[in-house]
C-alpha cells in the first residue's frame, strides 16, 4: 500500500471534490506556492495514486432516468466471453467482477423504461449468463469523495 502525507490528501480532496479548482488556491489554503502543488500533483500522478482528473457528469440532467445494478450469475466456462461482450456495450458503465451468490455487478443506466428493457434484452441474450437480479437504483445518499484515513503516513 503506498502511504501519502497530509498535504497530498489535501491536494487530491480538493481535486476529487472540484477538478478545476486551481493550483493557486489549494496553495493558499496550505500556505505553499502553486509550483509546489503542482510538483506533488505530477508526483502522485507518476505513482500511479491519481489516475486522472476528469468531470462528474450529472446522467439525470442529460435525461438518463433508470440507474440499475445487474448482478449476473455466469457460465464460469464462458466467462471471458461474457466480460467482454459486457464491455462492449456502451449503457453499461461499470462491469466488476464479484464474489458471492453472483459473479459479475454491471451498473447501467437508461434514458427511460424502454430503453432500459431493450438493454436488459441484449444482456440476457448473451449466451451463457444463467441468472441474472436487477437493483434499481432510487435515491443515492452517499456518494464520497474523501480518502479513507488509514491512507495517511503516521510521521512526516
Same mark, same amino acid.
Given at each position: 500500500? /503506498? ?42 500522478? /507518476? ?20 440507474k ?40 447501467v ?25 436487477i ?22
Amino acid at each position: 500500500m /503506498q502511504v501519502i502525507d497530509k498535504i497530498d490528501k489535501y491536494i487530491i480532496e480538493q481535486l476529487a471534490a472540484n477538478g478545476r479548482v486551481s493550483f493557486a488556491n489549494i496553495a493558499k489554503d496550505i500556505n505553499l506556492t502553486d509550483v509546489a502543488i503542482k510538483k506533488r500533483l505530477d508526483r502522485l500522478m /507518476q505513482r500511479g495514486i491519481i489516475k486522472s482528473i476528469t468531470a462528474e457528469i450529472d446522467y439525470e440532467i442529460l435525461g438518463f432516468n433508470e440507474k440499475v445494478e445487474i448482478l449476473i450469475t455466469i457460465d464460469p466456462s464462458k466467462q471471458n466471453d461474457i466480460i467482454k461482450k459486457l464491455k462492449e456495450m456502451e449503457d453499461i458503465k461499470e462491469v466488476v467482477e464479484v464474489t458471492g451468490e453472483y459473479n459479475v455487478l454491471a451498473r447501467v443506466m437508461a434514458l427511460d423504461k424502454g430503453d432500459l428493457k431493450t438493454l436488459l434484452d441484449s444482456i440476457f441474450k448473451i449466451d451463457g449468463i444463467t441468472k441474472a437480479s436487477i437493483l434499481t437504483i432510487l435515491k443515492e445518499h452517499k456518494n464520497s469523495k474523501n480518502l479513507p484515513r488509514k491512507i495517511l503516513q503516521t510521521t512526516f
